[in-house]
């Protein structure tokens, strides 16, 4: 099998067939499989900050991401993000759909980007994440302090103040 690159293989994943596997790894770590770079804008409470997403694929359509702040070696995990196709959020609950958010308005605006990809690549693979919608879970605030429990939970957004949910 050709083994892709990563923004080419985040492409793969969310068109792949079931079973179809997008790269030729062997992984030796859990961490090992989140190979896929994605630099985002998010909000939590109005305040925007910058994203490193780190993506492996749990299942076809459902994605799962590790985010940092920075990209500099000993950064602190500070959320964890899952993205679903449309499928897997059309068949959620009304309810549990609240707390998931549209990418198509941070992709459009530019907010998204592939760091480690070529302007070519990116564009075409962005057309994959902005069907995605997305769910972030901000475990330490936006210092990155350490985690004060349940109360310092808080949902991250992709959608700048004002933006809509669309869905």
């Known amino acids: 099998m050709i083994r892709l690159p990563n923004a080419v293989a985040l492409a793969a994943l969310l068109l ?23 630099h985002a804008i998010h909000w939590l409470d109005g305040v ?16 799962q991401g590790l985010v940092f702040r920075t990209t500099s070696e000993g950064a602190p995990l500070v959320e964890v993000e899952w993205a679903i196709d449309s499928a897997h959020f059309a ?5 549990q759909q609240r707390h998931w958010h549209p990418l198509l308005p941070a992709v459009i605006a530019g907010r998204v980007t592939l760091p480690d990809v070529a302007e070519a690549d990116e564009a075409e693979t ?13 475990l330490a605030g936006i210092e990155g302090a350490l985690p004060k429990g349940l109360q310092g939970v808080g949902l991250a957004t992709h959608l700048a103040p004002g933006e809509t949910r669309g869905h």
């Open 16 to 38: 792949a067939p079931a079973g179809l596997a997008a790269q030729d790894t062997t992984p030796t770590n859990p961490l090992s499989q989140f190979t896929t770079h994605v």
């Open 126 to 138: 962005l057309k994959g994440i902005q069907t995605l919608y997305a769910q972030t879970i901000n």
């Open 48 to 63: 925007r900050y910058e994203a490193h997403h780190w993506f492996k694929q749990l299942e076809p359509g459902v994605l």
């Open 91 to 95: 068949a959620l609950p009304r309810d």
